[in-house]
């Protein structure tokens, strides 16, 4: 379990550490409503990408170019080339176009002792919803789909003349229509333009709505992790429905950031597993240290194949020190309880 062998999934779980649930909450899937209790056992990826469109990566590049020339700083290193989005594979089909393809490479997590993966994409990066059901019932891996607008550079261009309300709306039609699990990822590019906190209060809004968890983008390297969580906070969300994402990007020795985004009750995600992934186990290390192993998160934004969050990253941590005990809890209950809603809303058959 975890590859960190059979022993480990042995373990017996401390008395009174199991996570509780509200009556009627369940975890949204493409397919079915899951008790939280039916995923136990198994980790959960909070953050992944299925399908993303063919000029994302083109536009990731161009949008971080813009920050870097509007802060006077020189252009990124052409090499060594940032791993892309989504499984590396070599030339061949394109696995995001087929969802054979995509679905093959989704039930390999099976073996990863891996129950459930959660999508981060949605239609102005790219996806479409109908590829990802394919996905999930080809698989027979249970995919929560999650929902919004991404950020700045990927908004379509109503958005800045939509007004709060209008957004609101249109979100709450998407998690019904797309019988979202969560919506995510929701970002800031860089400094937090007015629509993304137009946007990030709409959010906030449509969650209380609905009662779908919020996790979010961050801007490299991690700006904005405060103010968003101001932000949603500010429209009633509570910070234990929120993870604030990429924190891995931001490296402090003091974790300050990190630090407070915990003690608020929010989840810290480290999502990039997999791709230059080093810097963050001391930061992990430092946070279990300090008591906030239940704000934890970790998945890997699809760097390069979706098991290598366990196979790769949490063998690294226990090699640091890590329990078996801990680091199933951060795979297996912390995902659940984060997922985990009481519909306000009836699930769209």
Not at 185 to 208: N, P
Request: hydrophobic letters at 45%.
């Amino acid at each position: 379990m975890f590859g960190l062998g059979a022993a480990a999934a042995a373990l017996p779980r401390a008395q009174g550490q199991a996570p509780t649930f509200a009556k009627g909450a369940v975890i949204r899937t493409l397919l079915k409503d899951y008790a939280p209790e039916e995923l136990a056992g198994r980790a959960t990826l909070f953050h992944e990408h299925m399908q993303l469109g063919t000029d994302f990566n083109a536009r990731f590049t161009a949008a971080g170019a813009a920050v870097r020339a509007a802060n006077g700083q020189a252009p990124a290193p052409t090499a060594p080339k940032a791993a892309p989005k989504g499984p590396a594979l070599a030339k061949g089909p394109d696995i995001m176009r087929d969802p054979d393809l995509m679905a093959a490479e989704v039930a390999k997590v099976k073996d990863a002792g891996i129950a459930c993966i959660v999508d981060a994409g949605h239609a102005d990066s790219g996806r479409d919803i109908n590829f990802l059901r394919a996905v999930a019932v080809k698989s027979g891996v249970p995919i929560v789909a999650s929902g919004g607008f991404y950020a700045q550079p990927w908004y379509p261009p109503e958005i800045s003349t939509m007004s709060e309300d209008q957004i609101v709306q249109a979100l709450i039609k998407q998690a019904d229509d797309d019988v979202l699990g969560a919506f995510g990822e929701i970002g800031s590019w860089d400094e937090m333009t007015r629509d993304e906190r137009k946007v990030f209060r709409a959010i906030g809004r449509a969650h209380v709505a609905t009662n779908l968890p919020i996790f979010t983008h961050t801007g490299i390297p991690g700006k904005g992790a405060i103010e968003q969580l101001d932000i949603l906070e500010d429209q009633g969300v509570k910070p234990e429905r929120v993870v604030i994402g990429h924190m891995g990007n931001l490296v402090d020795i003091n974790l300050y950031v990190h630090k407070q985004i915990c003690k608020r009750g929010a989840f810290v995600g480290f999502d990039r597993q997999g791709n230059n992934d080093t810097q963050q186990v001391p930061m992990v290390m430092a946070l279990l240290e300090a008591g906030f192993a239940k704000n934890l998160m970790f998945s890997s934004d699809a760097s390069s194949g979706y098991s290598k969050t366990v196979t790769v990253f949490l063998p690294k941590l226990k090699a640091a020190g890590a329990s078996d005990e801990v680091l199933r809890g951060i795979m297996q209950d912390n995902p659940r309880r984060f997922l985990a809603f009481v519909p306000k809303r009836g699930r769209k058959k």
